[in-house]
């Protein structure tokens, strides 16, 4: 991971007159590597991350991408414009096979609340062009738009929301969990590679590698900055902390976990405070927007208890138990101390699972993997944020393949005061086409106001005074390039939490 400055050529892009030379010791020795893309992340006032992989050939078994063992010298830069015609920052970066070549580059020394286009050059070839964006300076109150998205499966349809997201030109998204699949291959609209369910670093590279070859995926990189957090498939389905779902395929989950945390590191634009160690990486951060957002992102697997009673939907009286805990108790505390200070005017929440109660049955029955198994857990940072006097609060949740929207209760069994906000964005392509008639809604939650089985993503306009919310979703993705439409809006003040009409 390199950290590089700015520095500024009043000179063309990478191939004009007087431009800085690149290195071409090994010009034109590999075929096109930049078959992954690019991408950007983690925005700040002066920089973000920007990130590639050398992979001539991705989908080889070996998880290398068809480069050899030896250093290549990666160029980048960073553009006042999308022809480069003036240069904000450039260097250089060495990539090299323990990594797969993968390239992190910390940008800062940028101007805050403005666009940059970005690009690299490696043995002759150019990349892609990606457009990447500072966060505004703090205390600023500079609208936003942001995206949120989760769950994309490949073989179970196409990723077309991913490039409807790009047309929309977000100025950040956010993924939340599932960006891969670990899964066999079952041959539906698409077929996984390798075929076998993936358990080792070269598998997780693979897998990673298929992804990120999907032109929509790329497209959806290259149109913004994003924020990454995982969930349960990015290692295996349904798995807490260090205990297995199941016992297949055998071997030591300690190591698979180190293999699935390495590889998603290598793939994703993270900055290397995120980067792993051994079979633990800190994924939790805060991220802040000026002074109109803070990003909470967090991660609800690592340092979870294991899912009371067996997991599934249950009536389990374990799961209000005062010792589980989703987020560990250490996350717990960094969490609300973040809110505590008080950041922005808006403390947005960024996770992986249903937040608000949702039963089942009036007897109780709830998910075991959602809050509702960990709901000590969840009442203290819901008393520890109102504590705080935050007002502004909208938890961002993915998982669940469907769209729902609720207003978070104080006390849900008696429904006695609003005190924030859930928006759960549904699946990019996972469960495969939806069913616009299914009717999710329940008595048993009058909290839950909105529910749809459809996929694709969730649009918000933040300003300090109010969110604009849309939700929005493709009817098929079984089919290629289907337009995207709105389904559902709201609107979310600023000090008067909950869901409002627009």
């Not at 022809?83 to 070549?101: D, R």
């Not at 690009?119 to 990606?130: E, K, L, N, P, T």
Request: glycine letters at 8%; charged letters at 20%.
């Amino acid at each position: 991971m390199t950290r590089l400055h700015r520095r500024t050529f009043l000179v063309g892009g990478l191939a004009a007159a007087g431009a800085p030379l690149l290195s071409t010791s090994t010009a034109n020795a590999l075929a096109y590597p930049f078959t992954l893309g690019v991408a950007s992340g983690e925005p700040t006032a002066d920089g973000f991350v920007l990130w590639t992989r050398l992979a001539p050939r991705p989908l080889n078994a070996d998880g290398l991408g068809g480069m050899p063992d030896t250093p290549v010298t990666v160029d980048w830069q960073v553009g006042l414009d999308q022809a480069f015609s003036q240069l904000a920052a450039s260097g250089s970066v060495t990539a090299v096979q323990a990594s797969a070549h993968t390239v992190h580059v910390e940008v800062a020394g940028l101007q805050p609340d403005r666009e940059y286009w970005y690009r690299f050059r490696a043995d002759g070839h150019i990349s892609q062009v990606g457009r990447a964006r500072t966060a505004p300076a703090p205390g600023s109150g500079s609208a936003l738009t942001m995206l949120f998205a989760s769950c994309s499966h490949y073989e179970t349809g196409y990723f077309t929301a991913y490039r409807r997201m790009a047309e929309d030109r977000p100025d950040l998204i956010l993924h939340l969990g599932d960006y891969i699949y670990e899964g066999a291959a079952n041959a539906r609209v698409r077929t996984h590679s390798p075929a076998a369910e993936i358990s080792s670093l070269a598998n997780y590279r693979v897998r990673h590698a298929l992804y990120k070859m999907d032109v929509d995926l790329q497209a959806a990189h290259a149109a913004a900055p994003w924020l990454v957090v995982w969930d349960d498939h990015e290692v295996e389905n349904n798995y807490a902390n260090l205990v297995r779902n199941d016992t297949s395929p055998a071997g030591d989950f300690r190591a698979r976990r180190e293999a699935a945390y390495r590889a998603y590191f290598e793939h994703m634009p993270l900055r290397s405070a995120q980067a792993p160690v051994r079979e633990n990486m800190q994924l939790y951060r805060r991220v802040r927007w000026g002074g109109l957002a803070t990003f909470h992102m967090l991660d609800t697997r690592q340092y979870r208890d294991d899912q009371a009673c067996g997991d599934g939907s249950k009536l389990c009286p374990e799961a209000d138990s005062p010792t589980r805990t989703l987020t560990g108790t250490a996350q717990e505390s960094w969490l609300l101390n973040g809110m505590g200070q008080r950041l922005g005017t808006w403390d947005l929440i960024g996770q992986q699972v249903f937040f608000a109660q949702k039963l089942a049955k009036a007897d109780g029955t709830k998910s075991m993997d959602s809050w509702d198994g960990y709901t000590a857990n969840r009442k203290r940072i819901q008393d520890g944020w109102q504590a705080r006097g935050n007002t502004s609060t909208v938890v961002l949740t993915g998982d669940v393949h469907r769209s729902w929207a609720s207003n978070l209760m104080n006390d849900y069994s008696t429904q006695d005061k609003v005190i924030g906000t859930e928006l759960v964005t549904t699946s990019v392509s996972s469960d495969g086409d939806g069913n616009a008639t299914d009717n999710g809604l329940s008595s048993l939650n009058p909290h839950v106001k909105f529910y749809k089985n459809l996929r694709g993503y969730v649009r918000t306009s933040i300003t300090p005074t109010r969110m604009n919310v849309d939700f929005r979703a493709v009817d098929r993705v079984s089919v290629r390039d289907m337009p995207v439409k709105t389904i559902q809006s709201y609107v979310i003040e600023a000090g008067n939490p909950g869901l409002q009409a627009p």
